[in-house]
Every structure is written in C-alpha cells, then in structure tokens.
C-alpha cells in the first residue's frame, strides 16, 4: 500500500519542527500492518540532501524521501507551490513497478491529500484520507497571535474531502465535524481512534525517572510535552503554575516546571518567547539552573517515558487537538493528565477518572484543575491506565484494514474492476 505524508516524515523526531502525533500514527500503523502481512512504502518530501531516496522504517515499511523544491526553508504554507514536483516523484516511482504494486492510497493531512487523488485517479485503486485538524475548526479557535490558516487550504480540504473514498475522523466529533463543515458524504467517513505502544509507555517506579532527569525525589513535577507554539498553549500551563505559587508561595522550592519540545508552527517567528514569558512570571532566571521552569528537547525512546513517569501530572492546553496522543501516552504510564475541553481530548481524557478536563484556558481555572489532580493522583493515576488500556495501535491498525478493505470493495464494484489484494 502507498502511504503520503508530504511535509512530515515518520521518521523524524516529534516534538519540534512539524513532527508530532501524525508521525507517531503513522509509524505505529505502519509497523503493525507489515507485522501482518501488508507491504507498505510511505512518500514524503525529502528535506536534506543527505537523506538516502529509500529508507527502511521496520522490515516491511520503506520510506521514500521526494525531492520536491529547496531541502529546506520550506513552511506548510509554501508547500503546495510544490505538490506537482511531489506528485511526479510518486508516479513515477509506481511507473517502475508493475501494474497494480500499490492497492490502496491512505493520505495524511491535506497537502497528501491532493495527491493522493491524482495518484488515485492514475492507479485506479481507492483514496482513504486522515485530516488529523482540520482548517475550519482550527480557525474558530485560534490562539492569541496565531495566524488563521490560510484560504488555500481550505479549498484544498473541500476538493479532497469530496474525492476521497473514505475519510477517517480520530474520534465522533471529528467526523461529525467532517460532515457538518465541509459536507462530507456521511457514508464515506468512519472514526478510527488512534493508539498508544500499551507495551512501551508502561507505570514505573518514579523515583528513577526523576534521577535520570536531574529532578528532586519530593518535587511537584507538572510537565508539557510536545511542539512549542501557541496552538499547544505551553504558555496557559506557565501562567498556571505562578497562580499556584501565587496561592502558595511555599510551593517553590519544590515546584519544577517541566517542558519537553521545540519551537514549531508560529512559535518559530519567536522561538524564546516562551522562556521570556518564565521569566516574566518569576519561574526562570538562568538556563540550566535548578529553577522552576526547566526545558528539554524533544525526547524519544526512553527520555519520554522518563518524562511521564517523572511527572505527577502531564498538562495537554492546547487550542485544538484532533485526539491528543500525549495525553494517552502519559496514562498509559501512570501519570494524569490536565487537558483543555477542546477537540478529541474528551476521548482521550476520561474526565474525572483518568484526569481532570479544563473549559477554557484562563490560569484560575486551570491552577485549580492542576492542585485537584495533584491532590487526586493516586485514583487518578489508577484510572489514567484503566482508561488507556482502551485504545492500542492494534486495534487501530485492524480497523484501518477493515477500511480498506471496504473502501477497495466498493471502488472495484463502483469501477466494474476486480477488488485488490487487502480487500481480499
């Protein structure tokens, strides 16, 4: 099967830049699907010179590196200036196959969508698309200074919304939003929430965690774990946590602020805006000192799984989220989680079991939302692992193959062709 992330590479750290929790999705399905028998080759655009053209992912999950304009300096924005590029390095790496190699197209994010309906068109084999946000809804909630998202994709998500053969949603509100928004055909939208690696982020002792972190045994450790730029809203957990010293100044010795990600999106434009902002509130004075607020880069393997453990509570404010895996990942290891009442978060948050769901991103609340699941943490901490034992990448990925499946079904009877090798 052909997979399209255009302007993200699964095999890229999320956490900064553009990569998030659609690489993560997209690796993680990826694997499973080769695990069960599913050759996948995932398309993105090549962003180095220094990238080989193929690169294998696991065994069974190739990714191809496109060059298509400048290796770097490219935004989202600028990128569908180069779709035609992208769009003939994919044709003609199937015109080298032979006929029939790719039997389904599964697009991520609109850009991948664009393409992916030509390359539908050209194969003749079903387009199953993932928005992951969406513009319309993403612009009815915009962060203070963030900039709308631009008219050109809108249009864009209108024409692929109307070509594709199956649109999934991560959770019922999207794809009611799907439907309600840019009208789609109810009958082509399924929702397929994402997972969580149930064997990788797992409880653990805390106390290593913090030792390996450099953290006090007897800190409060609140953490934000992800890209940095005001969509996430790392700046609501900041002005949160000087309320809660504010109520108590005691609390500082102890407090540690702890933000794992880099700058991305609009935060690139001031990317130590959130420091500057620290300092402001009094959490940070020198880098690399033992104060309050204290940064990482963006962690992967181990490091991340020490973050949530090391964390009493994982804080998830941002403007928009389609699911929120962060959220997921940090319960599946024990820890709860503060999260805004936004967009898939009510999924991914049981509120009141697994963690504690905010209205709103004023500090008052959320200091509140914050001391109640310290105080709480132990039953919420239980239910954080209860509630995310619900959702695993298997059981992702055995829905994404029953959707195929369908989607290939219907496009064989529709075209008078015969159905292809994942929908037998």
């Given at each position: 099967?052909?997979?399209?992330?255009?302007?993200?590479?699964?095999?890229?750290?999320?956490?900064?830049?553009?990569?998030?929790?659609?690489?993560?999705?997209?690796?993680?399905?990826?694997?499973?699907?080769?695990?069960?028998?599913?050759?996948?080759?995932?398309?993105?655009?090549?962003?180095?010179?220094?990238?080989?053209?193929?690169?294998?992912?696991?065994?069974?999950?190739?990714?191809?590196?496109?060059?298509?304009?400048?290796?770097?300096?490219?935004?989202?924005?600028?990128?569908?200036?180069?779709?035609?590029?992208?769009?003939?390095?994919?044709?003609?790496?199937?015109?080298?196959?032979?006929?029939?190699?790719?039997?389904?197209?599964?697009?991520?994010?609109?850009?991948?969508?664009?393409?992916?309906?030509?390359?539908?068109?050209?194969?003749?084999?079903?387009?199953?698309?993932?928005?992951?946000?969406?513009?319309?809804?993403?612009?009815?909630?915009?962060?203070?200074?963030?900039?709308?998202?631009?008219?050109?994709?809108?249009?864009?998500?209108?024409?692929?919304?109307?070509?594709?053969?199956?649109?999934?949603?991560?959770?019922?509100?999207?794809?009611?939003?799907?439907?309600?928004?840019?009208?789609?055909?109810?009958?082509?939208?399924?929702?397929?929430?994402?997972?969580?690696?149930?064997?990788?982020?797992?409880?653990?002792?805390?106390?290593?965690?913090?030792?390996?972190?450099?953290?006090?045994?007897?800190?409060?450790?609140?953490?934000?774990?992800?890209?940095?730029?005001?969509?996430?809203?790392?700046?609501?957990?900041?002005?949160?946590?000087?309320?809660?010293?504010?109520?108590?100044?005691?609390?500082?010795?102890?407090?540690?602020?702890?933000?794992a990600g880099g700058p991305s999106g609009s935060g690139l434009a001031e990317p130590t805006a959130l420091q500057e902002l620290g300092t402001r509130l009094g959490l940070y004075r020198n880098p690399g000192t033992a104060d309050v607020l204290r940064f990482l880069p963006p962690q992967g393997g181990a490091g991340l799984v020490d973050v949530y453990r090391a964390a009493d509570v994982v804080a998830v404010p941002s403007h928009n989220e389609s699911f929120g895996l962060v959220a997921l990942e940090a319960q599946a290891c024990g820890t709860p989680v503060v999260a805004a009442r936004v967009g898939?978060?009510?999924?991914?948050?049981?509120?009141?079991?697994?963690?504690?769901?905010?209205?709103?991103?004023?500090?008052?609340?959320?200091?509140?939302?914050?001391?109640?699941?310290?105080?709480?943490?132990?039953?919420?901490?239980?239910?954080?692992?209860?509630?995310?034992?619900?959702?695993?990448?298997?059981?992702?990925?055995?829905?994404?193959?029953?959707?195929?499946?369908?989607?290939?079904?219907?496009?064989?009877?529709?075209?008078?062709?015969?159905?292809?090798?994942?929908?037998?």
């Open positions: 099967m052909c997979v399209l992330s255009v302007h993200t590479s699964p095999l890229e750290q999320p956490g900064t830049g553009d990569a998030g929790g659609m690489n993560v999705y997209i690796a993680e399905s990826a694997r499973r699907m080769a695990q069960r028998g599913v050759e996948v080759e995932i398309f993105t655009r090549a962003t180095s010179s220094d990238l080989p053209p193929v690169a294998e992912l696991a065994p069974g999950v190739l990714v191809r590196h496109v060059a298509a304009g400048p290796f770097e300096g490219l935004g989202k924005n600028d990128l569908p200036s180069q779709l035609c590029a992208f769009t003939a390095g994919v044709l003609r790496t199937e015109a080298r196959q032979d006929p029939g190699f790719y039997d389904v197209v599964h697009s991520h994010y609109w850009l991948s969508g664009q393409v992916g309906w030509l390359a539908r068109d050209r194969w003749g084999v079903p387009l199953v698309h993932s928005a992951h946000t969406l513009a319309r809804v993403k612009n009815a909630a915009l962060a203070d200074g963030d900039p709308p998202e631009p008219v050109v994709r809108v249009i864009g998500e209108d024409q692929v919304v109307a070509e594709a053969d199956r649109m999934i949603g991560n959770t019922d509100s999207e794809a009611r939003e799907l439907v309600e928004l840019y009208g789609a055909d109810p009958s082509r939208v399924v929702t397929i929430p994402p997972g969580v690696d149930l064997d990788r982020f797992v409880p653990g002792p805390q106390a290593p965690a913090r030792r390996a972190l450099g953290i006090a045994a007897d800190a409060v450790v609140l953490a934000f774990v992800g890209r940095i730029q005001p969509l996430k809203a790392p700046d609501v957990l900041l002005r949160a946590a000087a309320e809660l010293l504010q109520r108590d100044p005691g609390l500082r010795s102890r407090l540690v602020v702890l933000v898939g978060l009510p999924v991914a948050v049981a509120d009141g079991r697994s963690g504690l769901l905010v209205p709103g991103h004023g500090s008052g609340p959320w200091a509140d939302a914050l001391d109640t699941a310290l105080a709480r943490r132990a039953g919420l901490s239980h239910g954080a692992v209860v509630h995310a034992r619900r959702f695993s990448w298997d059981r992702t990925t055995d829905a994404l193959l029953d959707t195929y499946a369908g989607a290939a079904a219907e496009f064989a009877e529709r075209e008078g062709m015969p159905a292809g090798m994942i929908a037998s």
